[in-house]
């Protein structure tokens, strides 16, 4: 949105959040802030960026920052210590755990957002010098199952395609994959694709996503059943001899015994479309698609990983990829688009627990190259604990000590609430945050480490497709907040290790990374950065984006595998695998009889400790819901806008009811984003099962059993202020930012009276450092409503509105007010009345984020004549950046058209 700004001193960097890994221009604004812009010449995006990158340069401020280290006092209380300190408590801590229960009786959980030399001094710290490999990451949570599928079929977790390919493809098949919201720059270049050479893209998702919304074939395919669906393709392939036999006898091996067991779960039409809840016509009719495009492109993502048969469904799309020969050819391949930032990253350096480095295994031979190169004393000979099994580790007890980095496990991991039940009786808990407060530091953390942010870090990150990029610093690091790798080299230090862990820049960590990539591989293993062992500082510092595999002499760009075979398999050959018959773990019943579906919304990311600090990205979803279809609303006695009781065997959240046709019939749609930091009762994976893949370890959180029932509140309002406020816990209540403060979402059975209470209390009438303050009320108590405004300073600083439930008060015109710096008498008049004041037009709810226009301007520019996607965009931007809020333009123009304003 902005204009690339590429005047010094604009830093090169990399965005943090998705795996697509869009390059970013930073300018800093000099006064802790910065300009950001997409970076015309990084190769992931061409300048362009999503909402939530576009939005980076609100998020940058310090407020919630963890800023020095932090110990807990004997009393329980959290106080400031020195660095010195908190490292030595650490490693002495870590130490005696070992000493006495032995070293898989310690863990570190990592995160897809570390970068990949604090990955890499991480693992090498647990697995060489602890002697364990209890190092998982939240990546488990996200891609887990793609590289078991990957190594099933590859021998090796390779992404064989690259980005070019989505500009090339004919066909573009998205599984479980909603990237219009979740990968919106690929989106944005697959639909570029489709107007410019006619491609053609299949969606096929249980949700009617917004990616659904622009396909040209959608399958809405039962919960479960992508391997029902494509097993059922290679039998198509099979029939209609769609196969590459060349291909299948050079370079494959076990096609005979996958298609058997394909033909046993897929033997004819009427049975595939009774297991995928499909049509025969739609499913024929994306048979005949693939059959007929060899440039076909299938990219999955967390529909498909997050499964407990995910590593299964991901094969069954592979196995069609390996038949056809449709691999490491332009336009074509399988594609597993990573979720997070630097997943890619961690896997290279071996930070899932049943890895080891540099894309090695735990076959004795690897170990002892691992160990050599490390010179390592106590190397772990056997695959750690992964994440779900961590976690259930340290609830019974067998973990006693746990350092968790730059994830919020207390709210991600399936069944969270028995997360943050079992991090409360751990003997040693250290965190490295950036944040003071979140639900993991909260569960008892012993140790607060600070880590620099982004902005502040420096190193590298891997995208989908592969790609190294910078993420470099244009900010001063604050407080004495350090890098993870630092952290980690330091307790190193002070357990023995210190020569190991010399480092004296991140440049030294990439360089033996790089090392160890090569080191005895002579093309026997993918990941290999080898050319990149040497460079010396100077060009680590301007490394321009680089796809692996680099070989020594050169670094290569674009390159694809498997085209003409090369597997990394011992024969050298892929292997086609027979998936299990596809079932679901859980299945529904009497008490339970829906399935709970869990993913993200458009604007958010994770557990919104960043995205959540944008006002403008805060207000197309401003609080938890559950999408429900009409039917099931109708069936349960739930209305849209009304709340709700999601329950399922591990938890319970009471979310806002959201009535969608896009959700199937008996499926309950969760966004995963709301913690207890941002909401009262509403974290999603409080109620998602821990079943497990067998293979990935990755957690089904796609499907478990879930029952809904309405609930009642009297009374409903909202708070603006300018710091978030407390509310008790009676109320249900979810937190936003919006412009100048914290927006309050309220429900409650409590009397307008109490509130009445509580808002002079909350807007602070009684502080005499703010007497000045002037105060407007309104209570019509039999009515049920009571408005307070505080105003201070010629503008609206608080205010806190609640009324009965069945015509509650709007916030958008008090919400412009509130965001107004300066109030004439007429607009201050018009507070209590929650009426739009004149020359403060309300938005209604944000649908384009890039430019921050809301829904009430879009209806009016209709009204005007504005009537389509393109004239929206050149009166208001609306949907000209990233593009994620194209599918929900054309929805309001097309709901305007049916009923006008
Ligand atoms: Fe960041 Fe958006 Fe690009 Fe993903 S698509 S890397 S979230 S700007």
Redesign the pocket.
């Known amino acids: 949105m902005n204009a690339p700004d590429l005047r010094p001193p604009a830093v090169r960097t990399a ?1 943090p ?2 795996g ?3 390059g970013v221009l930073a300018a800093p604004d000099g006064r802790g802030g910065a300009t950001i812009a997409g970076d015309p010449a990084h190769p992931a ?1 061409f300048g362009r ?2 909402s ?2 576009s939005a980076l340069g609100a998020t940058l401020g310090l407020d919630s920052r963890l800023l020095h280290p932090m110990l807990r006092q004997d009393d329980g209380t959290l106080a400031r210590t020195d660095w010195d300190t908190a490292l030595t408590s650490v490693a002495e801590g870590f130490a005696r755990i070992i000493e006495r229960d032995g070293p898989d009786a310690v863990a570190f959980y990592l995160s897809g957002q570390l970068l990949t030399e604090d990955y890499y001094v991480a693992n090498k710290l647990m697995k060489g010098f602890l002697g364990s490999a209890n190092v998982d990451t939240n990546s488990r949570l996200c891609m887990a199952s793609s590289v078991a599928g990957h190594r099933r079929a590859f021998g090796a977790d390779t992404v064989p395609g690259v980005y070019a390919d989505l500009d090339e493809a004919d066909l573009i098949v998205l599984v479980g994959s909603n990237v219009a919201w979740c ?4 989106f944005q270049r697959m639909q570029k694709n489709r107007r410019e050479r006619g491609a053609k893209i299949v969606v096929i998702d249980p949700r009617r996503t917004a990616t659904a919304e622009d396909a040209d074939l959608f399958l809405s395919i039962a919960p479960g059943m992508d391997t029902a669906l494509f097993s059922g393709l290679l039998v198509h392939l099979a029939d209609t001899n769609a196969l590459d036999d060349r291909y299948i006898d050079a370079h494959t091996s076990g096609f005979e015994n996958a298609l058997a067991q394909a033909r046993a779960i897929a033997p004819n039409m009427a049975t595939i479309a009774r297991r995928t809840g499909l049509f025969v016509g739609d499913v024929l009719k994306f048979y005949e698609l693939f059959a007929a495009n060899s440039r076909v492109v299938t990219c999955f993502s967390q529909g498909v990983n997050q499964s407990a048969q995910g590593t299964d469904k991901v094969n069954a799309i592979i196995n069609c990829h390996l038949a056809t020969g449709r691999i490491g050819k332009p336009g074509m391949g399988p594609f597993s688009l990573t979720g997070q ?1 630097n997943a890619m990253g961690g896997r290279e350096v071996g930070g899932l627990a049943n890895q080891l480095a540099a894309h090695m295994n735990f076959t004795p031979i690897e170990v002892d190259r691992v160990r050599r190169f490390w010179d390592a004393p106590r190397m772990a000979t056997r695959e750690g604990l992964k994440a779900v099994d961590m976690f259930d580790a340290i609830a019974v007890g067998k973990i006693k000590a746990l350092w968790v980095m730059a994830t919020n496990p207390a709210v991600s991991l399936p069944r969270s609430g028995a997360v943050r039940e079992a991090l409360g009786k751990i003997e040693l808990f250290v965190v490295s945050e950036n944040v003071t407060s979140n639900d993991t530091v909260n569960s008892g953390a012993h140790v607060l480490l600070p880590a620099t942010a982004w902005g502040e870090k420096d190193g590298t990150v891997t995208n989908s497709e592969r790609r190294i990029s910078r993420q470099r610093p244009f900010l001063a690091t604050p407080g004495e907040a350090k890098p993870d790798w630092w952290m980690v080299s330091q307790v190193a230090r002070r357990m023995g290790y210190g020569c190991a862990f010399a480092y004296e820049s991140v440049a030294d960590i990439f360089r033996e990374h790089a090392a160890l990539s090569a080191f005895e591989n002579g093309g026997t293993r993918d990941f290999d950065v080898g050319a990149l062992s040497g460079i010396d500082d100077a060009a680590f510092d301007a490394l321009d984006p680089v796809q692996w595999p680099s070989h020594a002499g050169q670094p290569s760009q674009d390159t694809r595998f498997f085209a003409a075979g090369g597997f990394f398999t011992p024969d050298r050959k892929a292997r086609f695998v027979a998936p299990e018959m596809p079932t679901l773990r859980d299945a529904i019943g009497a008490e339970f009889p829906f399935i709970l579906n869990t993913g993200r919304v458009r604007d958010q ?1 994770h557990t919104m400790t960043r995205t959540g600090l944008s006002p403008r990205l805060g207000l197309h979803a401003p609080e938890p819901f559950v999408e429900i279809h009409q039917q099931d609303a109708d069936g349960a006695g739930l209305t849209d806008g009304g709340f709700a009781r999601v329950a399922t065997a591990h938890g319970s959240g009471i979310f806002r009811v959201a009535v969608s046709a896009g959700q199937q019939p008996g499926s309950l749609f969760v966004p995963i984003h709301w913690s207890g930091e941002t909401a009262s009762c509403s974290r999603a994976c409080d109620l998602v099962a821990p079943n497990t893949d067998p293979h990935s370890g990755q957690p089904e959180a796609k499907a478990t059993p879930a029952a809904i029932a309405p609930i009642a509140f009297a009374y409903q309002g909202f708070a603006l202020t300018r710091r978030p406020i407390a509310l008790p816990t009676e109320a249900w209540w979810t937190r936003v930012a919006v412009t100048g403060g914290t927006g309050t979402l309220i429900a409650s059975n409590e009397q307008p009276e109490t509130w009445r209470e509580r808002a002079l209390a909350l807007l602070h009438k009684s502080e005499p450092a703010i007497e000045q303050a002037e105060f407007a009320e309104y209570l019509d108590a039999r009515r049920g409503i009571v408005r307070v405004a505080a105003f201070r300073d010629g503008r609206l600083d608080g205010a806190l509105f609640i009324g009965p439930a069945d015509a509650p008060p709007r916030w958008d015109a008090v919400k412009a007010l509130f965001e107004a710096e300066a109030l004439a008498d007429p607009q201050r008049r018009m507070a209590l009345s929650g009426r739009a004041a004149d020359g403060l037009a309300e938005t209604g709810p944000v649908i384009c984020a890039c430019f921050g226009v809301g829904r009430a301007a879009i209806r009016r520019a209709i009204g005007e004549g504005h009537a389509s996607v393109e004239k929206i965009g050149a009166a208001l931007r609306a949907g000209t950046n ?1 593009g994620s809020c194209v599918p929900e333009l054309k929805r309001i123009i097309h709901e305007h058209v049916a009923q006008p304003v």
């Open positions: 965005c959040y998705c697509v890994g869009c995006n960026l999503c939530k990158g990968h919106p720059v690929l930032p990311w990233c």
